[in-house]
């Protein structure tokens, strides 16, 4: 029995006594072999080596380093020191049987000021991938995940019009240098949360706090996307190209037209101003309602540029927002009493994930299929007597996979889902005190434990494996 083989018995046969809270029912669509399972992460979070083979600082390590900005004054300096321990995690994929990963490829290590190849940070994505084609596991490579060169963000980061075309040579680069190796590719992670908490409000890196801001910076992020898509496509023709946007549900606090309107706005922010550009080619002109004054510069052709063909859209959903009125043309928040949260305050609502996806069915009739590639929560996880009981966990996610199956039986084209983390990790903002891992990180020693939630997915995915073979 190899190591691996061993792993997966021990998985796979857990004490009789124990009742399962997490396998699917038999009639679910989650037990399709062509609906992928996978684990996500991302290069600033977990990779460390900041200052290794040549890589330059990001824009995250110089917000971290400013006092008041992360929790703790926490880092990614050393993070989960993934960049040495690469291939120890990879074997863990395999431990817990996830079909897919997803992963981004940190900018600043492949490229040099002068947008010139850095060899050895390429050489280690290149081995990254190769490892996992030889394990069998699909590749998703997200190109953006928030890491900016700070070099770019100091001639303006994305609201110079030029980091657009930038990105574009970085994709440019990263398909000709990994062409074949990365089964989908994700051109950027999130731009919502880059635009508006980046340019916006200015809780993430690079801090900036001006609303005109974040709908330019929006702007060129869109567009980047749409340059790299074509690039994408010129130089690796058989992977598939996609984007990943975080959605959110909103619901109104009370059924006053005041209120069902804010609750619409609210999704207007958060997934119309994203998801039209890409979809229809245009804003939302509801979003220069909430947001008066905020049109950005848009030059001749970029709209088509934005709204280049997907051959896939990568959702991420984490949590529902309850709105009212705030009496003008927005919505404040109305926290309701009584609910679950996670160690985030964020409130677990399956339902909305549900609902997100069959509206986006409806709303845009060229809809791509779609992944779910973040889902996940975050809770005070500790290792006793060796293991990780992370009980919230484990019903959270049989519940938004149970939501994905709806939207499924309903019509939804949904390929697969990513949880979101493999490994606890420098949660933004956060820093390490919130943990969405599956698989517990001690940081102090960088021993890894896959919590009970790893356990009993590795258990369904080896069963969904065995039916193949019999
Ligand atoms: C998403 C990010 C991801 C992670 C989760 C919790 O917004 O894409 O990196 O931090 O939230």
Redesign the pocket.
């Known amino acids: 029995m190899t190591q691996d083989t061993a792993a997966a018995a021990q998985f796979a046969a857990p004490p009789a006594s124990q009742a399962d809270p997490f396998t699917p029912p038999a009639t679910s669509a989650l037990w399709r072999r062509d609906f992928l399972l996978g684990a996500?992460t991302?290069a600033y979070?977990i990779e460390g080596a900041v200052r290794e083979d040549g890589r330059l600082p990001s824009i995250w390590d110089t917000f971290s380093a400013t006092p008041g900005k992360v929790l703790a004054g926490d880092t990614g300096e050393t993070a989960c020191d993934h960049y040495h321990r690469w291939e120890a995690d990879l074997d863990l994929l395999t431990q817990l049987h996830f079909e897919a990963y997803r992963f981004s490829i940190a900018w600043p290590r492949v490229m040099d000021e002068a947008g010139r190849p850095n060899a050895k940070g390429i050489a280690f994505y290149r081995r990254l991938l190769e490892r996992l084609k030889e394990k069998g596991i699909r590749t998703f490579a997200t190109l953006y995940?928030?890491d900016l060169p700070q070099h770019l963000e100091d001639r303006g980061g994305w609201l110079n019009r030029d980091t657009a075309y930038r990105f574009a040579d970085y994709a440019d680069l990263m398909s000709r240098e990994l062409k074949g190796l990365v089964d989908s590719w994700m051109t950027l992670?999130?731009p919502w949360?880059s635009a508006y908490l980046g340019y916006g409000n200015g809780h993430h890196a690079p801090g900036l706090a001006n609303g005109r801001y974040a709908t330019q910076a929006m702007h060129h992020l869109l567009l980047g996307h749409g340059l790299a898509v074509t690039v994408l496509r010129a130089n690796d023709p058989a992977s598939a190209k996609g984007i990943?946007a975080?959605v959110g549900r909103g619901t109104a606090d009370s059924p006053s037209e005041a209120d069902v309107r804010a609750a619409r706005r609210f999704e207007v922010q958060h997934n119309a101003w994203i998801l039209d550009p890409l979809l229809k080619g245009e804003y939302p002109r509801e979003l220069f309602e909430l947001w008066p004054g905020t049109e950005p510069l848009v030059l001749d052709g970029d709209m088509e540029t934005i709204a280049a063909p997907l051959d896939f859209l990568g959702i991420?959903y984490?949590f529902r927002t309850n709105v009212k009125s705030d009496g003008a043309h927005g919505f404040v928040e109305a926290p309701p009493e009584g609910v679950e949260r996670t160690q985030?305050g964020w409130e677990v609502h399956p339902d909305g994930l549900r609902d997100l996806l069959t509206g986006f069915a409806r709303t845009y009739d060229n809809l791509p299929p779609i992944y779910i590639t973040?889902n996940?929560m975050?809770s005070d996880d500790s290792v006793r007597d060796g293991r990780v009981d992370d009980t919230q966990r484990i019903a959270f996610l049989k519940r938004h996979l149970a939501a994905v199956n709806e939207a499924m039986d309903a019509g939804v084209d949904i390929r697969g889902y990513f949880v979101?983390?493999l490994l606890d990790?420098f949660?933004?903002a956060f820093g390490y005190e919130?943990r969405?891992g599956v698989v517990h990180v001690d940081y102090g020693t960088q021993v890894r434990t896959p919590k009970r939630s790893a356990e009993l997915i590795a258990r369904f995915l080896a069963q969904r494996r065995a039916l193949d073979v019999a």
Request: charged share 15%; aromatic share 22%.
């Open positions: 996500a991302a979070q995940h928030w992670n999130e949360c990943v975080n991420n984490y985030m973040e996940g975050a979101w983390s990790n949660e933004w919130r969405f």
